[in-house]
């Protein structure tokens, strides 16, 4: 850990040692067909999220919506409407929690309510805190695929309540992925083909990554190695030390084992099981970097085959290294009875060894590459105080063009323009080809690169199919054959510039010549406007937009009848909105930098999340320019045509940029993340 070749998730990195001792990221909790389950669910996820664990929920046990509720002789409103009550729980318990949580929302494919499911995030704005799932299994995978028809099953009753067909349904996941990157798929049979206790129960979710399925109550502990610090050698002559990388699994599935024992879990049912399946997932990191520093194009057959040989030789070493552990230690509670209790077989100390996590945070603390992703941006550009940009080098990248003599930083500033060196002819071949970004690369190839990993590990595989913006949804539709039929557990993709986020300014200098001003066009003696209410944690916000003829000109924001701070802070807003609107600045840009601003006292408004005063005039304001039909909907992302199109967005914290990573946004300086 000193040298940064190993380390452990998050939580155990913040947590050990204090007096919280909760060392886990991932748990899943059960969510059954009663209000008791529900809201003892939604406590015991607040208690999770407080001390800096992830969860993940399965609804589907609960009821459809229109189903009979027998005690009160009313009708359900079915998993949806639940699913906010957990987002706007997870939204009061991270402005106080250690680490910002984030969830994971399951539904199977047959239950009656899959298609509401499917949409249920095609607003940005709703189920921020959850990123969402279809359990997709292999009954529906065959009719799909066969044009045919599937059943829907209400899970109250056990029986068929109609039918669809799977074609139209996989479509619409597929349109709605391309869309904005959600829903993701797991395969959920599959999934439980691989359960290695399954006399103890049905795997129905994983952590909000997906890359860890876990029973009802388990949790899992998860560690990274880094691959770029076991690269021995040099000019040319690099290689994988694999007596160096065998010693550090030994002793890092050894960790993973003490934390189970070490930690202090939120709730006793997941103390139970935990300590009954001790599932540990070790995985890597640094991928990317060990390729580049072996000289290995990411998107090469020598890149997977090298995936498959370290992958399988890290699950070997940590099979041994767990049969040691039971032998000393005695195996986990559970292996009676489960899929490695065999005649002449050893014990296991541990139900489960590996996994592959997104590492977000760790990963910027070893200063490597994300899991197995391939690098993001070779350079790109940070905007510094208030008129200083900054050119940010990979590393790697730095050091070669320094050796080699064709390093600059105008070179760079040109880099960090698109990002990627494919077209900077400055840039010899073989480093051009070694120098691969995630939008270089063909899905296909970020699909075949899971599947390689998936081959070797018992649990799952976090990876982002990264599409350009041009993708079509087939391509999307291709990609998800492609994964169910190289055996893969799940599958996220990301289209580049379908999440709505704040734009980086990239290749564009943002300071002005002194005296650059612009001047606001004079306001004419009649304007006309619409006036649209919206509820607020301060009471009811009266926002009015007035139009010139070429769009809007003015906004004024009234809240309670006169004085007091929000008052004031309104109509400041509305001034400067004004201002800005009068001096030619995109209404859409002023919607982006509204949107998600937050306050302690939310409100809903027709089943979304007012955040703040703030948020509430972007959304009246969006509304307007839909109405007036200033831009179309779709526009309001934004989309550049550069790297900042490709990002998630500006970080929160520090205002550098956001990655979209295994479902997470990541900012790679301060190690901000947010999940959802």
Not at 265 to 271: L, Q, T
Not at 292 to 318: C, H, N, W
Not at 464 to 481: G, L, M, S, Y
Request: proline share 5%.
């Amino acid at each position: 850990m000193a040298n940064l070749e190993f380390l452990p998730n998050s939580p155990t990195l913040m947590n050990a040692g204090t007096d919280i001792q909760q060392l886990a990221a991932c748990f899943v909790l059960p969510v059954d067909d009663s209000m008791d389950s529900i809201f003892q669910s939604v406590k015991n996820a607040a208690l999770i999220h407080k001390s800096g664990g992830g969860t993940g929920f399965a609804f589907s046990r609960l009821r459809p919506k229109n189903d009979v509720v027998r005690s009160t002789k009313g009708i359900s409103s079915g998993p949806i409407s639940f699913m906010t009550v957990f987002d706007a729980a997870t939204e009061a318990v991270k402005q106080g929690g250690r680490r910002r949580g984030a969830n994971m929302a399951i539904l199977r494919v047959d239950h009656p309510d899959i298609m509401d499911f499917i949409g249920s995030k095609k607003n940005n704005d709703r189920l921020t805190n959850f990123n969402i799932s279809v359990a997709v299994t292999e009954e529906f995978m065959k009719a799909a695929m066969a044009d045919a028809e599937y059943d829907l099953v209400n899970p109250r009753t056990g029986e068929a309540e109609g039918r669809l067909p799977a074609w139209k349904v996989f479509q619409t996941i597929v349109e709605a992925a391309w869309r904005n990157g959600e829903p993701g798929i797991v395969f959920i049979d599959r999934i439980n083909r691989d359960n290695p206790t399954p006399l103890i129960g049905e795997i129905e979710s994983t952590n909000p990554c997906g890359e860890q399925p876990l029973l009802a109550y388990e949790s899992c502990n998860l560690g990274s190695l880094n691959l770029k610090s076991i690269v021995a050698g040099e000019n040319g002559d690099a290689y994988i030390d694999f007596d160096r990388l065998g010693r550090n699994v030994r002793v890092a599935t050894r960790f993973l084992d003490n934390v189970i024992d070490m930690s202090k879990y939120p709730i006793n049912e997941i103390d139970d099981m935990t300590k009954a399946n001790r599932k540990t997932g070790l995985g890597v990191m640094g991928f990317a970097d060990m390729l580049i520093k072996l000289g290995i194009p990411y998107d090469s057959d020598k890149a997977i085959s090298t995936a498959e040989e370290v992958m399988r030789f890290i699950q070997v070493q940590s099979k041994a290294a767990t049969i040691e552990l039971a032998e000393e230690r005695g195996p986990f509670p559970n292996f009676p009875g489960s899929i490695y209790d065999k005649a002449g077989e050893p014990p296991y100390r541990n139900a489960t060894t590996t996994t592959v996590a997104p590492t977000g945070t760790i990963s910027i603390i070893a200063n490597t590459s994300s899991g197995i992703e391939p690098i993001f941006a070779i350079a790109y550009i940070r905007n510094v105080m208030e008129n200083y940009e900054l050119v940010e080098v990979n590393p790697l990248f730095r050091e070669i063009a320094e050796s080699e003599g064709f390093y600059s930083e105008s070179l760079m500033k040109r880099i960090a323009e698109t990002g990627t060196v494919q077209e900077i002819e400055e840039v010899p071949e073989r480093w051009r080809s070694v120098f691969r970004c995630a939008y270089d690369i063909n899905p296909d190839a970020h699909v075949r690169m899971q599947a390689a990993f998936q081959k070797y590990t018992d649990n799952a595989v976090s990876k982002t199919v990264n599409f350009p913006k041009e993708a079509r949804a087939v391509d999307v539709e291709e990609v998800f054959i492609l994964a169910y039929q190289l055996g893969c557990k799940g599958v996220t993709i990301y289209r580049d510039g379908s999440r709505e986020a704040q734009v980086l300014n990239i290749g564009e200098v943002n300071r002005r010549e002194t005296g650059d001003f612009r001047i606001p066009r004079k306001r004419p003696d009649f304007l006309e406007g619409k006036t649209r209410k919206k509820p607020t944690g301060c009471g009811a916000l009266y926002v009015t937009v007035n139009d010139d003829g070429s769009g809007p000109f003015e906004l004024f924001a009234q809240i309670g009848k006169a004085g007091g701070c929000a008052a004031s802070q309104a109509e400041a807003i509305g001034r400067l909105i004004s201002l800005a609107l009068r001096a030619g600045v995109d209404p859409t840009a002023i919607v982006k930098q509204l949107r998600g601003v937050r306050c302690p006292s939310p409100a809903w408004d027709d089943g979304k999340l007012v955040l703040s005063c703030a948020d509430a005039i972007s959304k009246a304001l969006e509304q307007h320019l839909v109405d007036i039909k200033f831009h179309d909907p779709d526009s309001l992302s934004l989309a550049a045509e550069s790297l900042g199109n490709r990002l998630a967005g500006l970080c929160i914290d520090c205002g550098s940029p956001l990655e979209f990573d295994g479902g997470c946004n990541v900012c790679r300086m301060c190690g901000y993340s947010r999940c959802g």
